[in-house]
């Protein structure tokens, strides 16, 4: 499966509530196996949406989405929730976190809806141990940081927490909605770098959006949003 | 996709939500345990009353409405309105197909417990529970004129023994002007506990209840009343000239309804001859109605208690969109979701009817041994009983339906919502 591209739209159109001025109509975008892709685009201008086109949570008017060689507007919404829960991450841009849950069982999560990703992990131990090793490699090894309550955490131990949970079981493809827009410069900045890091170490292909076009510099390729969809910016 | 895992994470979002959960909790709690309440206590005092009397075929009285005789015989409750005389009662013990007769005689108390003259064959022949007979546990019977068996219960709470005097009240007051206290009876056995009305009666020889009342035919204490010494009243005939009703027991109980019906149709005194088991039938006919509405009631107020499940889960969903969006890019599908929200209906219905149960139980272990002493009617049937079961089956059942509210939207918004949610 990695030797697909991660993602391939062709003649892609979406308008919210089924509505005839689509939002999206994005003639092609293509990104490889393991590239890291950063995508830019003004705020409303519709890279959530497309996020979600891509997860397989939404479902186009017409074209076709193909992730990791499945053409997701092809599948059932069974299979599609199937694929997402097998082969992607998802990190959103704050309260990524389930609050009743604890920092492991937050990471472990996509293991309870997904049989691919358990067994991925079940030689490193489990779903406990591996998403032990996965806080530790993203810098939360104390215990008494890790015994806190979810919602105790600072925004960036949540966002870590969060990429270690996109991150268990080797997912291919991570997508992340504007992770950094709560975090400080610095703090945005070494975030990047981890996740960069982490996505080549389990070589799954990153798709990173923002409005902020200063973060393109992080990675291997940078596209706008506005040069891909040919539908007029509403907002 | 396990079912387990998603009950795991429908318990930590109740727990996460603590104080809600609880009031809810104790809203079906208390629900299920008034409906429980009403049906124990409505079967516990039939039991009760099934229990106090058996292998009594008839008994008579004067006329009167079956479930008064019955009432005032044999559970102490409510007067007699009319008696029937010495020769008719002698004229029934004597008919063939009669085997045995306990005649009694009501009317006297003492402290608050009712006083019945009666003679040997009660303790030959009454018979309570599945047939069990009366037990002397310290003493002996009467066989003198002023002697008292007293029921367990009228020991136990006045601290009676063997040997004490006690003084009768004429009629059922507390005590006081109307005393028989020239005439104080000695306590010459005490009987073993049968959670029935026997525990709260005080017994006595028919002629020491007739020897109480000379000098007293015009229902109070005449003058010449204390000038009757107890020498003089033992030389008198102290045989009754009426008493209050006839317990009896039939040679063959295949002739029960024949000789019911030679007695009630008898030509001299008119008579009432009932069988003790239609006549209680007769008394749960009529209070099967009052049974029936609260039985009503407190099903309404399970649906109460169901409803505040619905409110506590549907108010709750606004603030968890954030989650479920969480849950679906973690690869939630909607059957999760949904399964999620029935989840937590479900178990707020099973350990809210759960909490019921055991609140019924706790109250029966502790009020029971209360109602049996102050009522003399032993709750029967006390355990769990497979209505329980059922009610905790049908109440966690009717909450996981109503739990398909709240499911359906939280599917119907996550769908909507896409990935992300604007708060
Ligand atoms: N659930 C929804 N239902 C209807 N319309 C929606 C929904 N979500 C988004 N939209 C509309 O789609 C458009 C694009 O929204 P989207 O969230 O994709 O933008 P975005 O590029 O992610 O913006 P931002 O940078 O502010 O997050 C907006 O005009 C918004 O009103
Ligand atoms: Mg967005």
Redesign the interface.
Known sequence: MTDQPAIEIRDLRFAWDGGSTPLLDIPAFDMGADERLFLRGPSGSGK??L??LI?G??EPQSGSIRVLGEDMSSLS??KR??M???HLG?I??M???????SVV?NVT??C????ARRAAIAAAGGPVEEARRLLARLGLTDEKLLARPVTELSVGQQQRVAVA?ALIGGPNLLIA?EPTSALDADARDRFIELLNEEASQSGAALLFVSHDGALASHFDRSVDLSELNRAGVAA | MSGGSILGLAWRSLMNRKGSALLTLLAVALSVALFLGVDKARNGARAGFDNTISGTDLIVGAPTGQINLLLYSVFRLGNATAEISWPTYQDIAGRSDVAWTIPVSLGDSHRGFRVMGTNAAYFEHYKYGSGTALEIAEGRRFDDIYEAVLGASVARELGYGLGSEIVLTHGLGAGGLTDHDDKPFIVTGVLAPTGTPVDQTIHIPLEGMTAIHVGWETGTKSPLADTITEDMIRSFDLTPKTITAVFLGLERRGTILTTQRALNTRAGEPLLAIIPGVALGELWQVTSVVERALIAVSIFVIAVGLVSVLISILTSLNERRREMSILRATGARPGHIFFLMVAEAGLLGFVGALLGVLIVQAGLFVLGPMLASSYGVKLQGLGLAAIDLWTILAVTAAAIFIGFIPAIMALRRSLADGLTVKL
């Open positions: 959530s949406t996020l979600g997860a949570v939404l919404g069974a929730d199937r997402r829960a097998d998802v959103f841009q309260f990524n976190l389930v609050p009743y849950l069982q999560l996509p309870r809806f997904s049989q949970r909605d």
